[in-house]
């Protein structure tokens, strides 16, 4: 009887583990992408449409959004007015406790259980959270309304939900205040990454703290700094519980969010698939390029770490005369 | 002369330091507060939330919730929707993704570095850009008002499988799946009985998130969710805003309340591992 030693390929266990993971992506993710870039260039309206055409002029869905569209354009405005108001701060905080947090020589305790609290509203739902604040400013009666008078600063009920600038900045800082706890522990964790032999070299130098986070602190996180970056974006792009529980956009449209247009054309009064479905694909593309922006940045970096690294083993190999060890 | 500036500097690191403390508590009450002023006024009623804030609680509760669950808000329903889907979805995105994971760590298959880069691509496209397209696919199927088109998607969840196979990396040997190759384990059973308990870890962080991230999710449910027998949490928080419970304010924060509350036990039995998870995945560069 022959031994049989025929070594076994293992390689399709690969493919076949991966199997629902693709098949997933493509009928829940792929098709339904395709579908909605299909849908964009059609006539689909209407509950209950089943049929649909694609328009004589494809492209028509697309230039009344971009060249026609008030409310379209506008939500795109306020998505981006929204997502700055909240970015700045929520950066500026979470880089400021990171400094100080990560600061031996403040050696600030307590660091565990304030983590933990900047970071609570994070993981609310924030459809309750939106409409929590809507409650807290309410007019004429609200906990905030009740607090300018306790503290003589009105002797007249506000109506802060009737400016325009008011309700966004609430929206901005609800999104702000959600965030900036996640942000500030990333942000640490990257600096934790930061070789220490760093830090004491500059203390020998005699650098100041300010020198220190300026010089080797900002330039340490960079990288992670833009991740949260493009992260921060493309999840602002998507603004939707938020502005639509607080005030479904109010008041006058300021807090209307693209988001919200998608919904509210798709899924509301005159159910307009097709357009909703060209603004998805116009987000989409929005996205797709904040995206390509960070994996260029990230990518590169790591290309040319790799580069870098043959490069050297190819001298050392070189020096020790031909022998290729790796 | 040096320990005059040196007692300066412990005098500015002293007074820093205070300046630090009170930042950093201000910020933590700016955290508690809301919190603590939704869950006292779900406690009071109407006329005395209307006389002003008080950070006390009252007795107001029962009845609170008696107008609250008298009209349509069923916090009961809404617990179990939430909780079914929630569930679903953690179990499809985890154990679907540690399959994934393996199979692009441990196998040498053709296509394994171009899947792997794939994953990376299709990890940041938003619910946005599919949904339309999404829900009249589901719609066809007769599949709006159905738990499943909110769990299955959960299969295909790069951004996890991408964490798993860091962690995989680090973590695995592959002594230990061939030695499970002599004592001739299959491979399917090697990956349950094996490496599913060694990724525990990464699999416990991912679960906590997506769990939570799911419970939280509006969007999609709001879309394909229209019967109220279906609703989850954050759609009945939709109904709170209505007219309903126009000056019900008690009952408006109570159901509010209702829908946290579940979260807050979460985060504080977990929320060690919850800080711990956030820097983890951050560092994945």
Redesign the interface.
């Known amino acids: 009887m022959p031994l049989r030693r025929r070594s076994i390929s293992?390689?399709?266990?690969?493919?076949?583990?991966?199997l629902?993971?693709?098949?997933?992506?493509l009928v829940?993710?792929l098709?339904?992408?395709?579908?909605?870039?299909?849908?964009g260039f059609t006539d689909?309206k209407g509950v209950n449409t089943?049929e649909f055409h694609i328009l004589d002029n494809p492209f028509d869905n697309f230039k009344n959004l971009l060249f026609e569209n008030e409310l379209f354009r506008k939500s795109i405005v306020n998505t981006g007015i929204i997502w700055i108001l909240n970015f700045i701060p929520q950066l500026g905080?979470a880089l400021l406790?990171t400094a100080?947090f990560t600061n031996k020589?403040?050696n600030?305790r307590?660091q565990?259980?304030?983590?933990?609290?900047?970071?609570?509203?994070n993981?609310?739902?924030?459809?309750?959270?939106a409409?929590?604040?809507?409650?807290?400013f309410a007019y004429p009666?609200g906990?905030v309304n009740?607090?300018y008078?306790?503290l003589g600063w009105s002797s007249e009920p506000v109506n802060f939900l009737l400016d325009k600038w008011t309700a966004r900045g609430i929206v901005s800082f609800i999104q702000y205040?959600m965030w900036y706890?996640?942000t500030m522990?990333?942000l640490?964790?990257?600096v934790l990454?930061i070789n220490p032999a760093l830090y004491e070299a500059a203390a020998i130098d005699g650098a100041n703290g300010w020198q220190q986070f300026t010089k080797i602190t900002l330039p340490g996180i960079k990288?992670?700094m833009l991740?949260v970056l493009i992260?921060s974006m493309?999840g602002g792009?998507?603004m939707?519980?938020i502005p639509?529980?607080f005030q479904s956009g109010g008041p006058d449209n300021s807090t209307y969010t693209?988001?919200m247009f998608?919904?509210a054309q798709?899924?509301k009064g005159q159910y307009l698939?097709n357009r909703?479905?060209a603004a998805?694909?116009i987000?989409?593309l929005i996205?797709a390029v904040?995206?390509a922006i960070?994996?260029y940045m990230?990518r590169d970096?790591?290309a040319a770490r790799t580069k870098k690294e043959e490069k050297r083993i190819r001298k050392a190999a070189r020096a020790q005369g031909g022998v290729t060890h790796v | 002369m040096y320990s005059a500036t040196k007692k300066t500097n412990t005098f500015a690191?002293k007074l820093?330091?205070t300046f630090?403390?009170i930042v950093?508590v201000f910020?933590?009450l700016?955290?508690?507060m809301?919190?603590w002023?939704?869950f006292v006024?779900a406690t009071r009623s109407t006329p005395q939330?209307?006389a002003?804030?008080s950070l006390l609680p009252s007795s107001h509760l029962m009845r609170n919730l008696e107008v609250l669950v008298g009209k349509s808000f069923d916090p009961l329903t809404g617990l179990m929707n939430s909780f079914i889907i929630s569930a679903g979805t953690t179990l499809c995105a985890v154990y679907?993704?540690a399959?994934?994971a393996?199979?692009?760590v441990?196998?040498?298959?053709?296509?394994?570095q171009p899947?792997f880069t794939f994953i990376?691509?299709?990890m940041?496209?938003?619910?946005?850009?599919?949904?339309?397209?999404?829900?009249?696919?589901m719609y066809?199927l007769g599949w709006t008002n159905n738990h499943l088109?909110l769990i299955?998607?959960?299969?295909?969840s790069p951004a996890i499988?991408f964490f798993m196979r860091q962690y995989l990396l680090g973590a695995l040997s592959f002594e230990i799946v061939e030695s499970a190759r002599v004592d001739g384990s299959g491979?399917?059973a090697t990956?349950n009985r094996i490496i599913l308990p060694i990724m525990m870890p990464a699999v416990a962080t991912q679960a906590i998130f997506v769990f939570?991230g799911s419970?939280?999710n509006?969007?999609m449910p709001?879309?394909l969710l229209t019967k109220q027998d279906y609703y989850t949490?954050?759609i009945m928080?939709?109904l709170?805003?209505g007219d309903i419970y126009k000056t019900e304010?008690g009952s408006?924060?109570l159901g509010?309340s209702l829908?946290?509350i579940p979260?807050?036990i979460?985060?504080f039995l977990l929320?060690r591992y919850?800080?711990e998870g956030?820097?983890?995945g951050?560092?994945k560069?």
Not at chain 2, 106 to 112: A, G, I, L, T
């Open positions: 293992y390689s399709r266990y690969g493919y076949i583990f991966c629902p993971f693709v098949l997933a992506f829940f993710s098709y339904p992408i395709l579908y909605t870039a299909l849908i689909l089943r905080i406790l100080w020589r403040l600030i307590g565990g259980a304030f983590k933990i609290l900047f970071y609570m509203p993981v609310i739902t924030a459809g309750t959270i409409v929590l604040f809507s409650s807290l009666i906990p009740s607090l008078q306790m205040w706890g996640h522990l990333i640490i964790a990257g990454g990288t992670i991740f992260t493309i792009l998507q939707f519980d639509q529980l693209a988001s998608i919904y798709a899924f698939y909703a479905a998805s694909m987000l989409f996205a904040l995206s960070l994996f990230l970096r790591d | 690191l820093n330091r630090i403390y950093c910020l933590a700016m955290s508690i809301p919190f002023i939704m006024n939330i209307q002003g804030l679907f993704s399959l994934t393996y199979a692009l441990v196998y040498n298959w053709r296509f394994r899947f990376v691509l299709i940041l496209i938003p619910a946005q850009a599919s949904a339309v397209g999404f829900y009249q696919f066809q088109p299955l998607p959960a299969i295909a499988v491979e399917f990956f939570v419970w939280n509006l969007f709001l879309i949490l954050p928080v939709n709170l805003r304010y408006i924060y509010l829908t946290a979260l807050f979460v985060y929320s919850i800080i956030v820097a983890l951050s560092v560069e």
